[in-house]
């Protein structure tokens, strides 16, 4: 299955913008207390002032596109992404945040990673360079976000803006429909076995945890993903190989997004990997953010208390 491309450019018409800078005007671009009334009229402006785009995406997701790319088009302020200002992020932050309340998916943080931020910043920060993760400049494996998780917990939906990319490195896409194509039954079966150990990656802060879990779940009928490619460890040899077959077959299906102010990516974590090669020399900023059907609009997760409660145990 392709990124699915939307035709209507999302067009951040003068009331749409007067709205956001409206809600966001008293927010500091380091901090951001979000609220969730905030966050509803946000979710609210950007369906009235843009219904055709919310149909078109909510139309796709109930199709069952795994990856919609849109971008935001037509108006002057769409030059305002092109820096990486406090302006540019705000916008940026507005709209990612609006068009997720929009068409059904909540944004919300976890209390160990960025201490909550619904908004996280994308970009190679100074000193982590080499890190595997988001504010590294070194490859970044296929994978998906939080599959350490519990299945309640790990984002549904994630949610990129480009600010400004002058490196052209593309983020690149594997849905697991495409993967599974590739795959034997065997393989298959031995994916949906808990034979892997999956770990916390680098942006969450606290004790080191670690999962021993499947890679593939049937949930409801369809199969699910979850697995950091670079650091999910097999228990078994059976196990290694299984893992080898899906690398092998999602670098193959894997399609390339590129970047440029104003794109954005829209991918259903439980679905999809995405990863990319190592930066290139020069500033590439994009912007995430974290969707839940079931979270509280900018609910921040505390996964130190749910361990601790007993909470955090599923499939
Ligand atoms: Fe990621």
């Not at 400049?137 to 917990?153: E, I, P, S």
Request: some cysteine; overall charge neutral; aromatic content about 4%.
């Amino acid at each position: 299955m392709s990124i699915a491309h939307l035709d209507t450019p999302f067009r951040i018409t003068r009331p749409l913008a007067a709205h956001f800078a409206d809600a966001c005007i008293h927010l500091n671009h380091a901090d951001e207390p979000w609220g969730r009334d905030t966050l509803r009229t946000l979710g609210n402006r950007t369906r009235e002032c843009a219904p055709d785009l919310v149909e078109q995406v909510r139309q796709q997701l109930a199709a069952g596109a795994s990856c919609m790319a849109l971008r935001i088009a037509g108006t002057p302020l769409t030059s305002c992404l092109n820096t990486a200002d406090g302006a540019g992020r705000m916008l940026g932050a507005a709209t990612l945040l609006g068009l997720s309340m929009a068409v059904g998916f909540h944004p919300f943080g976890f209390r160990q990673e960025r201490a909550g931020a619904l908004i996280h910043d994308v970009l190679p920060e100074p000193g982590a360079e080499a890190r595997v993760s988001s504010s590294g400049r070194v490859q970044f494996d296929l994978h998906a976000d939080c599959a350490y998780l519990d299945r309640a917990l790990r984002p549904e939906i994630l949610a990129f803006i480009c600010l400004h990319d002058e490196t052209g490195t593309e983020t690149e896409i594997a849905t697991l429909a495409d993967v599974l194509e590739e795959l034997s039954e065997d393989i298959v079966h031995q994916l949906a076995l808990p034979d892997y150990i999956h770990r916390a990656p680098a942006s969450f802060s606290g004790e080191t945890r670690e999962r021993l879990s499947s890679i593939i779940d049937r949930v409801d009928g369809r199969w699910e993903i979850k697995v950091a490619t670079h650091s999910c460890e097999p228990r078994t040899e059976g196990a290694r190989h299984a893992l080898g077959a899906l690398i092998e077959s999602a670098r193959k299906q894997r399609q390339a997004c590129r970047w440029a102010p104003g794109q954005i990516l829209m991918l259903k974590n439980r679905e999809c990997l995405h990863g990319r090669r190592a930066i290139r020399p020069g500033a590439r900023h994009l912007l995430r953010c974290y969707g839940s059907t079931t979270q509280a609009p900018g609910a921040i997760v505390d996964l130190e208390a749910m361990t601790s409660s007993g909470q955090h145990h599923s499939r």
